[in-house]
């Protein structure tokens, strides 16, 4: 059974940083051969995708409002992939879920990580 757990969270002021992981089990295939994302909901709001990183991995996208302050990397070996984020703002406090597809008919949430931004 395919299982993606996110770790990472937690409260930080505003212009800290945080890395986030997603690590993905229960499988066979290697995350290089799968789309990871990772997606964020805010309270109110719906969820968003943030980044993602496509299989091959030369392949990379950013929300526009996380472009330049959030880098998505992975460890292949470990199966892991990572949200490494700058220069936080309260504005992405949010629950931080991460996906793992590995075929259009196979996708793979985690149980989210909560981000908190003070001012």
């Known amino acids: 059974q395919v299982q993606v757990m996110e770790s990472g969270g937690g409260l930080v002021q505003a212009g800290g940083s945080l890395r986030l992981s997603c690590a993905v089990s229960?499988?066979?295939?290697?995350?290089?051969?799968?789309?990871v994302g990772w997606y964020r909901q805010a309270p109110g709001k719906q969820r968003e995708l943030v980044a993602a990183?496509?299989?091959?991995?030369?392949?990379?996208k950013y929300a526009d409002s996380v472009k330049d302050r959030f880098t998505i990397s992975r460890d292949i070996a470990k199966k892991e992939t990572y949200l490494a984020m700058y220069n936080l703002t309260p504005e992405d406090t949010a629950v931080y879920y991460c996906?793992?597809?590995?075929?259009?008919?196979?996708?793979?949430w985690g149980q989210g990580t909560q981000v908190t931004v003070s001012s």
């Open positions: 996906k793992a597809v590995i075929d259009p008919g196979r996708h793979y």
């Open positions: 229960g499988t066979s295939f290697s995350i290089q051969t799968m789309t």
């Open positions: 990183i496509y299989p091959g991995g030369g392949n990379l």
